[in-house]
């Protein structure tokens, strides 16, 4: 780590920066997957998917922003490359040969879900550890997936909740 007048401890700063580079990895691959889907989406809806997808993968570089200059404010280096996005990525690989339409909307949102659940735990990681502005910058990161997911699933018909819908 890089010297700082950072307020934080060097421990804490230290667990943040891993937690974050882990995130960095993860929202990288997750912008790489989102972009498969919209250069291969075909189908029903296809220029509103298309152009939806876009904007979706648009919103996660601010994701991955967002996190590596907190890694930079933390003293530590951002791990960004694609390379290691590869090995470091806790997302499920994105399948190739799939083009319809409800597919990709699956498959992207699954990630996007994944993603939304890793950030979540990030949250109160971070807040146990002492990091109050780390778990702020990841509750903004789970309101935006959260986002991203509704106006993907808006595509969809809705199906009824567990129990039935409520009257």
């Given at each position: 780590?890089?010297?700082?007048?950072?307020?934080l401890s060097?421990?804490?700063?230290?667990?943040?920066?891993a937690?974050?580079?882990a995130?960095?990895?993860?929202?990288?691959?997750?912008?790489g997957q989102?972009?498969?889907?919209?250069?291969?989406?075909?189908g029903?809806?296809?220029?509103?998917?298309?152009?939806?997808?876009d904007?979706?993968?648009?919103e996660?570089?601010?994701?991955y922003?967002?996190?590596?200059e907190?890694v930079?404010?933390?003293?530590?280096?951002?791990?960004?490359?694609?390379?290691?996005?590869?090995?470091k990525?806790?997302?499920?690989?994105?399948?190739?040969?799939?083009?319809?339409?409800?597919?990709?909307?699956?498959?992207?949102?699954?990630?996007l879900?994944?993603?939304?659940?890793?950030a979540?735990?990030?949250?109160?990681e971070?807040?146990?550890?002492?990091?109050?502005?780390?778990?702020?910058?990841?509750?903004g990161?789970?309101?935006?997936?959260?986002?991203?997911?509704?106006l993907?699933?808006?595509?969809?018909?809705?199906?009824?909740?567990?129990?039935?819908?409520r009257?």
């Amino acid at each position: 780590m890089y010297r700082t007048k950072n307020t934080l401890s060097e421990n804490i700063r230290a667990k943040s920066i891993a937690v974050l580079n882990a995130h960095l990895a993860a929202a990288i691959d997750l912008h790489g997957q989102i972009k498969q889907a919209h250069w291969n989406v075909r189908g029903d809806g296809f220029i509103a998917i298309h152009e939806l997808f876009d904007k979706v993968a648009a919103e996660t570089i601010d994701f991955y922003d967002t996190i590596a200059e907190r890694v930079g404010a933390l003293g530590g280096t951002a791990e960004g490359t694609s390379q290691t996005a590869v090995k470091k990525s806790f997302l499920k690989p994105y399948a190739h040969g799939i083009a319809d339409v409800k597919t990709h909307i699956d498959a992207v949102t699954s990630a996007l879900s994944d993603f939304g659940t890793s950030a979540r735990k990030a949250i109160d990681e971070t807040a146990d550890f002492g990091d109050a502005d780390t778990a702020d910058l990841f509750t903004g990161i789970s309101r935006g997936v959260d986002q991203q997911i509704w106006l993907i699933e808006s595509h969809l018909v809705p199906s009824p909740a567990k129990g039935g819908a409520r009257k």
